[in-house]
């Protein structure tokens, strides 16, 4: 597993995301609360841009009229049609096993000796990596 | 069109009240009093107009009064004529559409009674719904819970447009008391007429109004689904009667991809609507509303991924078809089997006891 730079740990502070090209592909990195998460930036409805959705929290009910409210700020609605997806997994809320989109790791390193297609490496900082 | 099989059990037929006269009897003294110190009428929806050619088929109305009120001729036309093993009759008198709770309350109880005495008592092949007063939801379960006793009644009656979309907290006593005793909810066609019969307004003809109906079973199941009701009651069998059935896949469809944008305001709903239709509702086949060609109606059949929705009724006397073609082409015989027998005995666990 490769490897790449995407971004500057302070182009992504805690509540936001960018969207950035990496060795081809759209990644979606959202910086919740200090945690990294990836996804392919693509709704795998229509293809819509995950990186421009709005993140809620996991409502989950035992019961009608039961709102348990967790993980706030880790599901993303796709700006199109509104499907949700989990940060951490990339799974859809409605139909988990068959709708999905891919997920990525993501690390905070130093970069040293790695290329960076996007990013100016200085020798200083710390950068958020993808790994696939 | 094919018959139905002998040994069907037919899901919806309709006895009629004659005339109020016949329920005094079965009224309490205060409610006997009141229905002549006031001077109540009949109580007949426009729902069915007896001038209207879908409220009797020819060969099947009387001379005088009204079709269907006659225990000989239901016997004769519709349980001799079909050759059926058990009926299910559900009677439409305007129970529900009084404005008193109280009243509304007294008539459920006396159409109740009634039922049981002049029509159950007196031919072992009918069963019968329970009607009750969703006026007062809890006078409702009372009543269910009251006839429930009696094991000949095995399913609970509404009308499709009441006051509020029926799958609103208020009803819930209703399907509690429906599920706590083992009972479907049968939703049939019809209105209290506290709105317009559709959504965009009163219409002018009576076409408009029967057409509008699997509308209203549509908002309804909507309704159902989206308020929690089997996520509430998960037991809970509703049947849908004379509410057509061509359109249930596809506006299924259109609900759940709504579903799936909107799946967090109703986190109870945690399914897609048509995987929960297919566990909780089944559907009358009369009238029919599918393609003519029975090629299309197989291939419509696809469309509800299951074999278990679809119930056979005669809706006698209501004129949908001539002899006893009740059966569109296009179901075969394998599927017959399953909307006339099997799928009944397992939505109506009662006549599964009375057959074994």
Sequence with gaps: MAKHIAAKVEDIPPGTRVSVEVAGRKVAIFNVDGEYFGLRDACPHMGGLLSEGVVIGLVEANKPGCYNYSRGGEIVRCPWHGWEFDLRTGKSRFDPKRWKTHSYDIEVGDGKEMHAETVDVSTEGDYVIVKF | MPYPPVGAIDCDLHPAVPSIKALLPYLDDHWRDMVIQRGVHELDSISYPKNAPISARPDWKPEVGKAGQDLVRLRKEALDGFGTKFAICNCLYGVQLLYTEDMAYAFARAVNDWIATEWLDKEPRLRASIVVSPQNPDYAAAEIDRMAVDKRFVQVL??????????????????????????????????????????????????????????????????????????????????????????????????????????METPWVDRHPLEIAKDHVRLTIQPYDAPPRPDDLEKLIEHFDSDEMLLFSSDYPHWHYEGNNAIPDGISRALQNKICYDNPLATYPRLKEAVT
Excluded: C
């Design chain 2, 158 to 263: 509404m009308l499709v447009m009441d006051e509020m979309p029926l799958g609103r907290r208020r009803y819930w006593p209703i399907y509690r008391a429906a599920e706590r005793n083992g009972l479907p909810v049968g939703i049939h066609a019809g209105s209290a007429y506290r709105h317009p019969v559709t959504s965009v307004g009163w219409p002018t003809y009576y076409a408009e109004d029967s057409a509008a109906q699997s509308q209203a079973f549509q908002t309804t199941l909507t309704s159902l689904i989206t308020e929690g009701v089997f996520a509430e009651f998960p037991e809970l069998k509703v049947v849908l009667l004379e509410s057509g059935f061509a359109w249930l896949p596809a506006h299924l469809w259109r609900l759940g991809k709504f579903w799936r944008g909107l799946r």
